[in-house]
């Protein structure tokens, strides 16, 4: 009998050990949530998450085995990561802490991809730097320095910046106004030759028409729509356009939207809208009410007076701003944006951040809701946020949607963000590329960099 109890005692002792070590100490368990598919718009009810080396392993109703890292979400629903493709990452001589800041500005509301706007050397590192995980960021495109009417004002000079860009690794070339249509053409042909994309900004003397044959990847702001619904019979000067074709509100003709629009489509330009800048910064919203917004304190005092002040030239007395005018102007960038979102390319959620009055990753909500007012649904929207750059980028084996073999970028928020996009401020927690960042960290760091900007 004694040697019974030996045996059964060895044998308890055997299973506890192998109990232990099936435990997984590096995978992370993630359970009761809620999983938004954004690819057909349902939501997988009460279902695990299963993380391990920054990929989803597994997901599904319950996951078997035990592990030593878990979240309980709670009843959370979990978000595909969402990407900001028009951002702006500071450059030096901005200190590397501003740097860092702004950074985890975006990944605190669940932006876990930017597409960086104004490229510079050192983004080229923190690229590298946020792919090796040395880094907490979102994942980094960045586009290269500025091709502007000054930066490139012969065939020459752009056939030899394009080349060098595309040398130096960036993913991009960012086209801002001001480049001549002989330049730009010299500039699109190199482009094509050395294989790097080009995005941003339509040239006045590019125009709109020659702009989307050249096949930019994208179009940015919307610029050069509006100036391509004046008719010829206007007879105006291309380069009395104002603001992003403002001045021509009054003789643009919305009828030719879907030619536009159709042309976008079959030239594969890709439109990111950036709406908030012109309900927010172009506006005739108060500068007062919107520095009064929590999301405010996060910025430099010297940047806000810098906002305030600029805002004033574009809008207030003096300016040539009309409030009547800039109804109708709205009502048309809605109306091509609406369209767009249905027969163009497609959309990408970017809003200009930061810009006046849009702080890096809280600015994302402001240009969700100018879609919506646009008509887009919440699903549109969030597509254009998780799907849509993972196309654009052609990596949908990637990242943009929350599925096995792809990386772990996903938050979660309370309430159904289908049911109301504001659900999405609800954050409570991120995930990058499977490090996990809580509500309580979030809240911590958030609150040192208010502190911070207070000083600068």
């Not at 998450?49 to 920054?54: A, T």
């Not at 990929?55 to 878990?70: E, L, R």
């Not at 995980?133 to 394009?162: D, Q, Y």
Request: charged content about 20%; some cysteine.
């Amino acid at each position: 009998m004694k040697k019974i109890l030996v045996f059964l005692f060895s044998l308890s002792l055997l299973a506890c050990n192998q109990a232990q070590e099936k435990v997984n100490k590096t995978a992370t368990h993630i359970t009761n949530v809620h999983i938004v598919d954004v690819r057909n718009g349902k939501i997988l009810e009460n279902h695990q998450i299963l993380v391990d080396s920054g990929k989803i392993i597994q997901m599904g109703p319950s996951i078997a085995g035990k592990y030593a890292n878990t979240i309980d979400g709670n009843g959370a629903f979990a978000v595909p990561g969402l990407a900001e493709m028009h951002a702006h990452i500071p450059s030096p001589p901005t200190s590397e802490e501003r740097i860092k800041e702004t950074l985890f500005l975006y990944l605190s509301n669940g932006i876990t991809t930017i597409r960086g706007m104004l490229g510079h050397p050192r983004h080229l590192e923190l690229r590298e730097e946020a792919e090796s995980g040395s880094l907490l960021s979102p994942r980094i495109f960045t586009s290269s320095p500025s091709l502007n009417g000054n930066s490139v004002k012969t065939p020459e000079e752009a056939r030899s910046k394009v080349t060098t860009y595309k040398e130096a690794g960036y993913d991009f070339l960012k086209i801002h106004p001001g480049i001549l249509r002989a330049v730009f053409d010299t500039l699109v042909k190199t482009a094509n030759e050395v294989g790097i994309p080009f995005a941003g900004h339509v040239p006045v003397d590019v125009g709109i028409r020659h702009a989307l044959k050249s096949q930019f990847a994208s179009i940015d702001h919307v610029d050069g729509y509006l100036e391509g619904l004046v008719p010829k019979s206007a007879a105006v000067e291309a380069n009395q356009n104002g603001f992003f074709g403002y001045n021509f509100t009054p003789i643009a003709d919305s009828s030719l939207i879907q030619e536009l629009v159709a042309e976008s489509k079959k030239q594969g330009v890709w439109v990111v809208p950036t709406q908030s800048l012109f309900e927010r910064w172009f506006a005739p919203a108060e500068s007062d009410q919107m520095l009064s917004e929590p999301e405010m304190q996060y910025m430099p005092a010297s940047t806000l007076e810098n906002w305030k002040r600029r805002k004033e030239q574009s809008t207030g007395e003096g300016s040539g701003f009309s409030a009547d005018q800039w109804e109708d102007f709205i009502s048309i960038r809605r109306q091509l944006i609406k369209a767009l979102q249905q027969g163009g390319q497609g959309l990408l959620l970017g809003s200009d951040a930061p810009q006046l009055f849009n702080v890096p990753g809280f600015s994302i909500h402001h240009e969700m809701a100018g879609m919506s007012r646009a008509g887009l649904s919440p699903m549109e929207i969030l597509k254009s946020g998780t799907i849509n750059p993972a196309v654009y980028f052609d990596m949908e084996d990637q990242f943009g949607e929350i599925k096995a073999g792809l990386s772990a970028d996903l938050f979660l928020v309370n309430g159904n963000p289908l049911e109301d996009l504001n659900n999405l401020r609800n954050v409570e927690g991120v995930m990058v590329r499977g490090t996990w960042i809580s509500k309580t960290d979030i809240d911590k760091k958030l609150k040192e960099i208010a502190t911070n900007a207070a000083k600068q």
